[in-house]
């Protein structure tokens, strides 16, 4: 980010100021130079997703599994969701090891999911697409969380399906047919 920002700062004004010469003088001046730091600053960000695509996996050796291992942990804890994030990001680190590469190629599947989408097929909140439902990876993440749903939360507080989440937090007008758990 901060490598873009700098080519932003700097290349741009740059470019600017130099169409503002006259034309004899930008002429001369060789157009491939104006452009090489915002270049090379957009080929790194778009480098290092390459080995995430699904037809990259190169499991081979152990270092290039190593380093796909801990892009896609990252990817799972680093999505800007907390929820998705921490959930996961736990689900990830505990399964990939025993992941061949099949179950790789669903796992980067489901990561290239949006993150409300996502969130709301995991929770029960939409049904998902077929596609979606039928990849191991998110039924085994899905299984997790309607588990942890089941063990933790009063049934009252969940949303009926195709209807959003009760939102907000009300402890203190909590009455005698207040549930004993959750949020409402």
């Given at each position: 980010?901060?490598?873009?920002?700098?080519?932003l700062?700097?290349?741009?004004?740059?470019?600017?100021?130099?169409?503002?010469?006259?034309?004899?003088?930008?002429?001369?001046?060789p157009?491939?130079?104006?452009?090489?730091?915002?270049?090379?600053?957009?080929?790194?960000?778009?480098?290092?997703?390459?080995?995430?695509?699904?037809?990259?996996?190169?499991?081979?050796?152990?270092?290039?599994?190593?380093?796909?291992?801990?892009?896609?942990?990252?990817?799972?804890?680093?999505?800007?969701?907390?929820?998705?994030?921490?959930?996961?990001?736990?689900?990830?680190?505990?399964?990939?090891?025993?992941?061949?590469?099949?179950?790789?190629?669903?796992?980067?599947?489901?990561?290239?999911?949006?993150?409300?989408?996502?969130?709301?097929?995991?929770?029960?909140?939409?049904?998902?697409?077929?596609?979606?439902?039928?990849?191991?990876?998110?039924?085994a993440?899905?299984?997790?969380?309607?588990n942890?749903?089941?063990?933790?939360?009063?049934?009252?507080?969940r949303?009926?399906?195709?209807?959003?989440?009760?939102?907000?937090?009300?402890?203190?007008?909590r009455?005698?047919?207040?549930?004993?758990a959750?949020?409402?």
């Amino acid at each position: 980010m901060a490598n873009l920002r700098r080519a932003l700062l700097f290349t741009i004004p740059r470019i600017l100021n130099s169409s503002n010469r006259s034309s004899v003088a930008t002429s001369t001046l060789p157009s491939h130079n104006l452009y090489r730091p915002l270049a090379g600053t957009f080929s790194r960000f778009l480098s290092s997703n390459e080995a995430l695509s699904q037809n990259n996996i190169d499991l081979s050796n152990e270092e290039s599994k190593r380093r796909l291992f801990n892009r896609l942990i990252y990817r799972s804890k680093q999505r800007g969701y907390l929820e998705l994030d921490l959930v996961l990001g736990k689900w990830v680190e505990e399964h990939i090891q025993s992941m061949d590469e099949n179950g790789i190629k669903s796992l980067v599947h489901v990561l290239d999911l949006e993150n409300p989408d996502l969130w709301k097929w995991l929770t029960g909140q939409e049904q998902p697409p077929d596609a979606i439902s039928t990849n191991p990876v998110f039924s085994a993440v899905r299984e997790k969380v309607m588990n942890n749903l089941d063990k933790h939360a009063s049934p009252e507080t969940r949303a009926v399906p195709g209807k959003p989440w009760v939102r907000g937090w009300d402890d203190i007008k909590r009455g005698r047919d207040a549930p004993i758990a959750g949020n409402q």
